[in-house]
């Protein structure tokens, strides 16, 4: 998994990037077909894309459900 376009969340989570943009688009997926199969809005989708918005552990295991990998591949730690 290369993390190419990575963004850095938010100003209190500085540390954690998240490559979500880059597996949803992989995924062939819109912001709100993503938003759809997750339940949430897609402005919630777009908000963690640009690192605005760290989403809940339950929301980030939707996420990685849908986009079929691991958190940890769309969220790491540098």
Known sequence: MQWTH????????????NNLEELRKSANLTQQNLSDNAKVSRKSINAIENGIYVP??????????????KVEDIFKLP
């Open 56 to 69: 809940s552990t339950v929301l980030a295991l939707k996420i990685a459900k849908i986009l079929k990998c």
């Open 6 to 17: 990575l963004k850095k969340m938010g100003k209190n989570h500085q540390n954690l990037l």
